[in-house]
Antibody
Framework: QLQLVQSGAEVKMPGASVKVSCQAS????????IHWVRQAPGQGLEWMGI????????IYAQKFQGRVTVTRDTSTSTIYMELSSLKSEDTAVYYC??????????????WGQGTLVTVSS | DIQMTQSPSTLSASVGDRVTITCRAS??????LAWYQQKPGKAPKLLIY???SLESGVPSRFSASGSGTEFTLTISSLQPDDFATYYC?????????FGQGTKVEIK
């Protein structure tokens, strides 16, 4: 069935990097953009960026420019989000979500289960 | 960036109540607005896209309207499963942005 399965929780030191994966199954991988959204504890949702799984092209929120890199592996239908120079404020649940490439009216119809990243010394 | 402002931040209501949540955009976003429901520890669930289109499988007690800068989400008769936090999101232009959320609590 259709799934976006994310990697497990991570604990990182300040200044380190984290790489979260999102493996897609049950649909044609290249037909849907993948976005990353994060949510700090008790806070709202924050959009981070998007990748086109077909071309590998990316767009990032200005806030994360220079610190975030989203890549894909088409052979395994997996998207990776790497965030570097981690700070305590990056402690959050990170979600991947898909959006149809063609039917642009719609939006995030499927989400990953979320990956908790904790940044602490 | 486009700012999305939801009101109220918290809403206390009873089962069977009609509930309305408002979302305002800092500039026109046409109809590029979505609504999500989120429960604790879970990913958001899409309810509405393109301002008023009901996502497949979402109960018809949920409806939404608006365009430009003013949008509303209405739950016609609140059910026990509807107590959750609701977010609006604009996808008119990057960076996509969310409202701060409206928590619907049991009165």
């Amino acid at each position: 069935q259709l799934q976006l399965v994310q990697s497990g929780a991570e604990v990182k030191m300040p200044g380190a990097s984290v790489k979260v994966s999102c493996q897609a199954s049950g649909y044609t991988f290249t037909n849907y953009y993948i976005h990353w959204v994060r949510q700090a504890p008790g806070q709202g949702l924050e959009w981070m960026g998007i990748i086109n799984p077909s071309s590998g092209g990316t767009i990032y929120a200005q806030k994360f420019q220079g610190r975030v890199t989203v890549t894909r592996d088409t052979s395994t239908s997996t998207i990776y989000m790497e965030l570097s120079s981690l700070k305590s404020e990056d402690t959050a649940v990170y979600y991947c979500a898909r959006r149809d490439v063609v039917v642009t009216a719609t939006i995030f119809d499927y989400w990953g289960q979320g990956t908790l990243v904790t940044v602490s010394s | 960036d486009i700012q999305m402002t939801q009101s109220p931040s918290t809403l206390s209501a009873s089962v069977g109540d009609r509930v309305t949540i408002t979302c305002r955009a800092s500039q026109s976003i046409s109809s590029w607005l979505a609504w999500y429901q989120q429960k604790p520890g879970k990913a958001p669930k899409l309810l509405i896209y393109k301002a008023s289109s009901l996502e497949s499988g979402v109960p018809s007690r949920f409806s939404a309207s608006g365009s430009g800068t003013e949008f509303t989400l209405t739950i016609s008769s609140l059910q026990p499963d509807d107590f959750a936090t609701y977010y609006c999101q604009q996808y008119n232009g990057y960076p996509w942005t969310f409202g701060q959320g409206t928590k619907v609590e049991i009165k």
